[in-house]
C-alpha cells in the first residue's frame, strides 16, 4: 500500500516523500486505518517493523486535522532514554513541514535541560514522547496538564515492565482523560501484558507481526564456553576486526567495561555504552559509531533496543539474550540489502536452557564452532531438539 493511499494532509505528505518512504510495511498498513479512526489497539511487533511510523503518522494527522487545543494532545511512553531520543528524531523528521510540536523529556541529562522540558510542558508541545521516572519527576512538581490529552502510546511495553515501571505507567495512566484512545506495543505478549491492557484499552484492535526469520546471509555462529573463556575468545575473534564494524552485547555494566577496556588494549577503536554514561555522553557514542569513526560497540543489554545502527559487519552476543526475540533482533542488524554479516554467541554452561529456546524459535540448530585448543577444554552442548 502507498503512503498516498491514507489520505494524509499534504504538509504531511511531503514530510513522508522527504524522508523517501513509498510503501507501508505490514504494521503500517494494517494500524494506521486503525488509530485513524479512534480505535483502540494493541500490537505485537518488533523494533525494525517501521511500528514507530504506524503510530506518528496518525497521530501527527489527528494533530493537524483535529479542533481541540492544549497542553498536550497525545502522549507516548516509552522504556528507555535511547528509544525516546530516536522517536523523537523520527518524529522531527515526519512532522518538519507540519505545524505539530513535540519533545522528549528523559533523565539523565542536567538541570538546565530539565528547566527546558519543564517550559515545554507549562506552554504546550502537541505530542510528548517520556521515560516514566522522569515524567513522575515532572508531575510531582504540579505544572503538568493532562486534560487535554487524546491519544496515549505504550511502546515496548514488556520491555516497561521488565525494567519495573509498571506503578509509574498505572499512575500516568490513571492523570489521563477517561476517552483517551490508547495504543499498546509489545514484543510479546506475556500474561501480565495481557492483563495490562484490560485495564488500560478499551475493546482494542489486535495486530500481530510475526517475527521475521533472520536473513539467509547472516552466518550464525556459537561457542560453548566456561564464563572465563569469553573474554580471551572475543580478543581472539576480533584480532582482525580493524576496518569492520562490530557490536557487541553483554548483559551487566562490569563486564562491559572490562571489556571494552581489553579490546582498546588491543589496539582496536572501540567504547562501551551503559547507563553510567550520561545521556549527552551515550548520544556522542552512537553518532561515532554511525559514522564508522569507532569500529567497535560494547553495549548493555539495558540500552540494546534503543542502538538503531544498521550495516553492522559483526554481531557479538557477549552473553546470551535474555528473549529469543531479542536474538533475532539483534542479529537482523548485520547483513542489511545486498551485504553479508556474522553474529556469533558465546554460551555459558547456565546459559544453555536460553539458547535451546533461541534454537526453537529459529526452528534449526546454530552451528557450533570448536573453541581454540590454546584456552582449554570447553564444555559439551547439549544436542538441539525440535520443541524441546
Known amino acids: 500500500m502507498n503512503f498516498d493511499e491514507f489520505g494524509f494532509e499534504p504538509d504531511l505528505c511531503e514530510g513522508i516523500r522527504a524522508l523517501g518512504f513509498e510503501t507501508a510495511t505490514p504494521i503500517q498498513e494494517q494500524a494506521i486505518p486503525v488509530i485513524l479512526q479512534g480505535m483502540d489497539l494493541i500490537g505485537t511487533a518488533q523494533t525494525g517493523t517501521g511500528k514507530t511510523a504506524a503510530f506518528l503518522l496518525p497521530l501527527i494527522q489527528k494533530i493537524m486535522t483535529g479542533e481541540s487545543k492544549g497542553n498536550v494532545r497525545a502522549l507516548v511512553i516509552v522504556p528507555t532514554r535511547e528509544l525516546a531520543v530516536q522517536i523523537d528524531q523520527h518524529m522531527e523528521g515526519l512532522s518538519y513541514f507540519t505545524p505539530v510540536s513535540s519533545i522528549a523529556i528523559y533523565g ?82 506475556p500474561k501480565v501484558i495481557r492483563q495490562m491492557a484490560q485495564k488500560v484499552l478499551r475493546n482494542p484492535v489486535e495486530i500481530n507481526i510475526a517475527m521475521s526469520k533472520p536473513a539467509e546471509k547472516i552466518l550464525q555462529l556459537a561457542y560453548s564456553v566456561y564464563d572465563n573463556q569469553k573474554l580471551p575468545l572475543t580478543q581472539y575473534l576480533l584480532q582482525g576486526a580493524s ?53 567497535v560497540l560494547v553495549a548493555t543489554d539495558i540500552v540494546s533496543r534503543g542502538i538503531d545502527v544498521e550495516n553492522i559487519d559483526m554481531v557479538v552476543n557477549y552473553d546470551v539474550p535474555h528473549d529469543a526475540e531479542d536474538y533475532i533482533h539483534r542479529i537482523g542488524r548485520t547483513a542489511r540489502a545486498a551485504a553479508s554479516g556474522i553474529a556469533v554467541t558465546f554460551i555459558s554452561p547456565k546459559e544453555q536452557r536460553k539458547f535451546q529456546a533461541i534454537e526453537n524459535l529459529l526452528g534449526k540448530a546454530v552451528h557450533k564452532g570448536e573453541v581454540p585448543k590454546q584456552f582449554g577444554p570447553a564444555p559439551e552442548y547439549r544436542a538441539w531438539k525440535p520443541g524441546r
Not at 247 to 268: E, N, P
Not at 274 to 281: N, V
Request: net charge negative; hydrophobic share 40%.
Open 108 to 189: 539523565g541529562t542536567e538541570g538546565m535541560v530539565f528547566s527546558r522540558e519543564k517550559q515545554a510542558l507549562i506552554e504546550g508541545a502537541d505530542l510528548v514522547i517520556c521515560t516514566p521516572g522522569r515524567m513522575i519527576a515532572h508531575v510531582n512538581m504540579g505544572y503538568v496538564d493532562f486534560s487535554n490529552v487524546e491519544c496515549l502510546i505504550l511502546d515496548e511495553a514488556d520491555r516497561m515492565l521488565d525494567m519495573g515501571f509498571y506503578d509509574d505507567i498505572m499512575k500516568l495512566v490513571n492523570l489521563l482523560p477517561k476517552g483517551r484512545q490508547t495504543l499498546m506495543f509489545s514484543a510479546t505478549m
Open 243 to 295: 576496518g569492520r564494524t562490530v557490536l557487541v552485547f553483554c548483559s551487566t555494566k562490569s563486564s562491559t567495561k572490562i571489556l571494552s577496556r581489553a579490546l582498546h588494549q588491543m589496539g582496536l577503536n572501540v567504547s562501551e555504552i551503559h547507563s553510567d554514561l550520561e545521556q549527552r555522553e551515550r548520544e556522542d557514542v552512537l553518532n561515532r559509531f554511525r559514522s564508522r569513526s569507532l569500529n
